[in-house]
């Protein structure tokens, strides 16, 4: 089994920055993407930033040049650098990385519990 942990959200005024971080562990041969998504109340749930395992990125157009997302694949972690928060960004942020546990397997998303953000005055 594979484990996602995310930590780092919390509440923020606008225009603040948070640093979200997410730690898979388990049974992991190689790592594929990581990502990260977000779910506000009432709304489905969005990509906002993934990275493949050589670094190649791709972000939603609400968040451009305000979040960055790095990885670090010697510690199987991704992270999510969020900068000029907006009220809108309001939501529940959740890890996901595809996941191959064994040599020739085809990857498995695996996504974590979710961390909340809100950006409020």
């Known amino acids: 089994q594979v484990q996602l942990v995310e930590s780092g959200g919390g509440l923020v005024q606008p225009g603040g920055s948070l640093r979200l971080s997410c730690a898979a562990s388990?049974?992991?041969?190689?790592?594929?993407?990581m990502g990260w998504y977000r779910q506000a109340p009432g709304n489905e749930r969005e990509l906002v930033a993934v990275?493949?395992?050589?670094?190649?990125?791709n972000y939603a157009d609400s968040v451009k040049g305000r979040f960055t997302i790095s990885r670090d694949n010697a510690k199987n972690t991704v992270f999510l650098q969020m900068t000029s928060l907006k009220p809108e960004d309001t939501a529940d942020y959740y890890c996901?990385?595809?996941?191959?546990?064994?040599?020739?397997?085809?990857?498995?998303?695996?996504w974590g519990q979710g961390t909340q953000v809100t950006v409020s005055s």
């Open positions: 996901n990385a595809e996941v191959s546990t064994a040599k020739g397997t085809i990857p498995y998303d695996y």
């Open positions: 990275i493949t395992s050589s670094g190649n990125t």
């Open positions: 388990g049974s992991i041969f190689s790592i594929w993407s």
